[in-house]
């Protein structure tokens, strides 16, 4: 089993800066690759950024290509989002989850889920 716990969501005005961080537990950290999902309210879950399990591969969507970045510290156990440039759109609750396997932008693909913080831009 994995635990992850979702931090840094917040309500911020566009434009703005935010960092989310996942902590997990349980299993060896460095065995899973990260994703970062987002879903808006009556909207399906949808694939933000992923990161491969040493941190040397990462994926992005393309409507946040160039303004999120993710990035892991398997020291501690921890996968972060970057997002600048937040724009309103960009609203949903947003999940990290892990996954032993290379599908890293299919949800069905992932083991484990956290259980998401909020994001919210304001215009």
């Known amino acids: 089993q994995v635990q992850l716990v979702e931090s840094g969501g917040g309500l911020v005005q566009a434009g703005g800066s935010l960092r989310l961080s996942c902590a997990a537990s349980?299993?060896?950290?460095?065995?899973?690759?990260m994703g970062w999902f987002r879903q808006a309210p009556g909207k399906e879950r949808e694939f933000v950024a992923a990161?491969?399990?040493?941190?040397?591969?990462?994926y992005y969507a393309d409507s946040v290509k160039g303004r999120f970045t993710i990035s892991r510290d398997n020291a501690k156990n921890t996968v972060y989002l970057q997002m600048n440039s937040l724009k309103p759109e960009d609203t949903a609750v947003y999940y990290c989850?892990?996954?032993?396997?290379?599908?890293?932008?299919?949800?069905?693909?992932?083991?484990?889920w956290g259980q998401g913080t909020q994001v919210t831009v304001s215009s």
């Open positions: 349980g299993r060896t950290f460095s065995n899973y690759a």
């Open positions: 990161i491969s399990w040493g941190g040397g591969s990462t």
């Open positions: 989850a892990a996954q032993r396997g290379f599908r890293v932008k299919v949800s069905y693909e992932y083991d484990y």
